[in-house]
């Protein structure tokens, strides 16, 4: 207010003596007290006065709105006096563009009288300040709903075809804000504004250009304005915008437009039929406007996401076009297109046509610095190459095994995940494997299958189940410490990770060293436990059980109580007695560190030398210094020979010989230093050694197996204490002979070709240990009551027998303790007895009963 405003107050009827009066103020409070005047003349004088001075900045807005001039405007909004209607709509129009204002603003009730001043007979002036009103009100949610709710949308929507540019600015940005709520949005297509709404993207402002895409943009995410936006011939209005060069600023919004209308599959194949899509893709290969590439390609990946819209997307080949954005130097655009390329790939042909060239590109993006890039191009190779072995070939031709393997060890999980899986992929050729695995794919997989992201887990344990297939890869993974994480996945409660797992133990526990470390970390314990869960088993958990006992015949025998003949006792071997699923099963060593108890014993097969001392040794002309490793336990002393303890007294060679044999001392501590830290080894069985020796000279060349069985089951006797009588079976003293052995052993192991008193159990197990190795078929099971016994197949023949006859083998179980060599068929009396009965020829046996009868 910095000129005197002149005020002239004219003479009331009730003051007829009373002279007119021009007023002068300087006091914008003074101004603002004047809106309370009963007199038109000074309320429009200071309604005009206020509007001119809250225009000049939001410093006098932040005064008139302390000074009260908020309500008492709201007032005059409605006046009957045209003018003062006018500048009071004006100054509160101007005043409602402060955030603090529009707060005091929100408390009254001013809408209705502001949204009556939209009507077509008002002033365009009143209409621009309206608008402009409603405009920054619709900013806030509150009053967009409020807004709404008094009826604003369908006047703001006429004068969206206003002669006033002003007044379109407001209204388009007003209506902007009310559709990104639905039932405006609904509204607005039922009071079909899409018509004006498309005549602003003629409009000769960018501002008001730029307002209508956006709206259009919000009501394109609706599927009936969609409907509403292709009836009224949408797309050929922003076809025209895209044509236009001089339009290229509006060029992404009007892309996004379109490509939220890809969406729709009915809209798809109207702008198919209408030549639209191909223009579309046309112009995203050819434009400069990197905002347009990168919204088209978003807009692609969405519509794709609909298989109808993949399949003419397709036919228009909207490979080519991603492919070539691949090649844009834009991160943003090449990210888009990556992620069109994963989408597109649910169609098998898209898979094809991706392989000639977009493979190529796609393989050095794994090596971006963009981080978002290479999540993008990981899910892209990951879904082309699934269940696509021509996709896989081409990711290996384009060198892209290395950086897949180093993306293992990304800080995304989305890009380990992506990687693993496309690993997977190539894995399944055994020359690509191969290729992995000589990048260290083993020891990279280590820290993936520590992620506690239930995806990446899940996709780690498969790289491992695809790469396990082979010695070098289990090698790999057992050195590289991956065997521990892995196992820690079975305890997992996803039943994803859980099952992938499963199988990845199943796959590495084709080999005796990796079942070992397995089964040591528990694995064989955990998985028993899954399985007797129906919630939580899967086939891979009870066939990795199965793969874990065939590696390894000790807990195989002491879970499940047999051995087929295809499980070979192998040196090592022990038999600690049942134990109940579920329960750990100690090792060897384990056991060994035990002190002497009261238990069944430890039965061990070990026909393996230890290793033997190793000579370590010094020359000097006359002399040699010879310093034997340790061994057993009994440390060897250095030696000197005769020659060397004279030579040694000349005084010449003295202080020689004392460096020599300092060196001989040193040499054996190192030695001592090493059978410390060396590990522990099964003791060495010399019976058991000898009696291979023995059998492989006697028995081995037998020209039959019947012959052999039986010979063999002899010797067995023998070396067991002979053929006991049933009867007398309570006299064979072989629990003293077992206890004796402990004590002299002092440990509870004890290996079998020490027991010179076995019954069952112990032959049993002498039987098929040497039978395995002159390499006699049978099978090793464990009874109840210290029984044990074998099965063999013979073929019996018979005097009819036709040359060249297949007979099918019988099942016989060998006697070796009663009628030592009698072969028992499986199904006869004699065979339930020796399993069972304990001899006892009591008249309530039914096995004995049996027999008398027999």
């Not at 949308?153 to 990104?180: A, F, G, T, W, Y």
């Not at 922003?238 to 919004?253: G, I, Q, T, W, Y």
């Not at 099963?585 to 070990?606: G, K, W």
């Not at 001392?665 to 291979?692: C, G, H, R």
């Amino acid at each position: 207010m910095g000129k005197k405003q002149k005020k002239e107050v004219e003479q009331s009827p009730k003051d007829t003596q009373f002279n007119s009066l021009i007023i002068e103020s300087k006091n914008v409070q003074t101004v603002v007290l004047m809106l309370d005047s009963p007199e038109d003349e000074i309320l429009l004088k200071a309604c005009e006065a206020i509007y001119k001075f809250a225009e000049k900045g939001d410093e006098n807005k932040i005064n008139l709105l302390a000074l009260g001039a908020i309500p008492r405007l709201a007032k005059l909004i409605a006046h009957e006096d045209k003018q003062i209607h006018k500048y009071a709509t004006m100054a509160f129009g101007v005043m409602s563009t402060h955030s603090e204002v529009r707060k005091s603003m929100r408390q009254l009730d001013f809408l209705p009288s502001i949204i009556a001043c939209l009507a077509p007979e008002e002033d365009v002036v009143v209409q621009e300040l309206a608008t402009l009103c409603l405009a920054s009100m619709s900013i806030d949610f509150t009053s967009k709903i409020e807004i709404y709710e008094k009826g604003a949308l369908e006047p703001l929507i006429s004068l969206l075809s206003s002669p006033d540019p002003d007044v379109q600015k407001n209204s388009i940005e007003c209506i902007s804000n009310l559709i990104k709520d639905v039932l405006p949005r609904s509204a607005f297509t039922e009071m079909t504004g899409i018509i004006p709404l498309l005549g602003l993207l003629n409009s000769e402002y960018p501002v008001i250009q730029h307002l209508a895409l956006q709206t259009l943009i919000t009501m394109s995410n609706d599927t009936d304005s969609r409907t509403a936006l292709f009836q009224n011939e949408g797309h050929e209005n922003l076809l025209r915008v895209l044509d236009n060069p001089e339009f290229s600023d509006l060029h992404a919004e009007a892309l996004l437009v379109l490509a939220n209308c890809l969406e729709e599959p009915d809209n798809v194949m109207y702008i198919r039929e209408s030549g639209a899509l191909e223009k579309f893709l046309l112009f995203v290969t050819s434009s400069t406007h990197s905002e347009a590439q990168k919204h088209a390609a978003k807009a692609i990946a969405r519509s794709a996401h609909n298989s109808e819209t993949r399949h003419i997307l397709h036919q228009e080949g909207v490979e080519k076009t991603l492919v070539l954005l691949l090649g844009v130097n834009n991160d943003e655009i090449r990210v888009a297109a990556s992620e069109a390329i994963a989408v597109m790939c649910e169609d098998e042909a898209s898979k094809e046509t991706f392989r000639a060239e977009g493979i190529f590109r796609l393989v050095p993006l794994l090596m971006s610095d963009n981080v978002e890039l290479r999540e993008a191009v990981n899910v892209a190779l990951a879904n082309l190459t699934t269940a696509n072995s021509n996709n896989a070939n081409a990711v290996f031709d384009a060198e892209g095994v290395e950086p897949l393997v180093k993306s293992l060890h990304d800080s995304r999980d989305a890009i380990v995940s992506g990687a693993a899986t496309t690993i997977t992929n190539l894995a399944l050729r055994e020359p690509i494997r191969t290729s992995i695995q000589s990048y260290g794919a083993m020891t990279m997989i280590v820290e993936p299958l520590k992620s506690s992201n239930t995806l990446v887990q899940s996709r780690a344990a498969i790289v491992v189940a695809s790469l396990a297939c082979d010695v070098n890869g289990r090698t790999e993974l057992r050195n590289a410490g991956g065997l521990e994480p892995l196992v820690e996945l079975l305890h997992s409660d996803n039943d994803e990770v859980r099952r992938n797992a499963c199988w990845a133990v199943l796959v590495c526990g084709k080999d005796e060293p990796t079942t070992h470390e397995l089964c040591k970390l528990g694995a064989l314990e955990i998985l028993q436990e899954i399985n007797l869960s129906s919630s939580r088993r899967n086939n891979f958990s009870e066939i990795a059980v199965s793969r874990l006992l065939d590696h390894n015949a000790s807990l195989k025998y002491t879970l499940t109580g047999y051995l087929s003949s295809s499980d070979i006792i192998t040196d090592g071997f022990y038999d600690p007695g049942r134990v109940k699923l579920g329960k750990k099963v100690l090792t060897l060593e384990e056991f060994s560190n035990q002190d002497l108890n009261q238990h069944r014993p430890i039965l061990l097969i070990n026909a393996k030398r230890t290793n033997e001392p190793q000579v370590v040794a010094t020359s000097t002309d006359d002399k040699v210094i010879e310093v034997p490793a340790v061994s057993s336990g009994r440390n060897v002393p250095s030696r000197m020979s005769s020659r060397d303890k004279s030579s040694s007294k000349g005084k010449g060679r003295g202080k020689k010989d004392e460096e020599k044999l300092k060196e001989g001392e040193m040499l054996q501590t190192k030695a001592e230093e090493e059978e410390k830290n060396k590990q522990w080894e099964s003791p060495y069985d010399v019976l058991f050694d000898s009696y291979i020796s023995e059998i492989t000279r006697s028995i081995l060349p037998l020209p039959n197996i019947r012959d052999q069985v039986v010979s063999l089951a002899l010797f067995v006797s023998d070396k067991m204490g002979g053929p006991i009588d049933k009867e007398m079976l309570h006299e064979f003293t072989w629990e003293l002979h077992i206890a004796e052995l402990k004590h002299e052993l002092k440990s509870n192991i004890i290996p079998i070709g020490k027991i010179q008193k076995g019954i069952y159990y112990h032959r049993a197990l002498l039987f098929k240990a040497l039978a395995d190795r002159i390499g006699i078929n049978c099978s090793l099971v464990r009874g109840e009551y210290n029984r044990a016994w074998n099965e063999v197949m013979l073929i019996d023949h018979h005097p009819l027998d036709t040359i060249g006859l297949l007979i099918p083998p019988k099942a016989y179980i060998v006697d070796l303790m009663h009628q030592v060599g009698q072969l028992m068929k499986i199904d006869s009396p004699e065979a339930a007895h020796y399993k069972v009965c304990t001899g006892c020829s009591h008249r309530h046996c039914k096995c004995c009963k049996q027999l008398s009868r027999q």
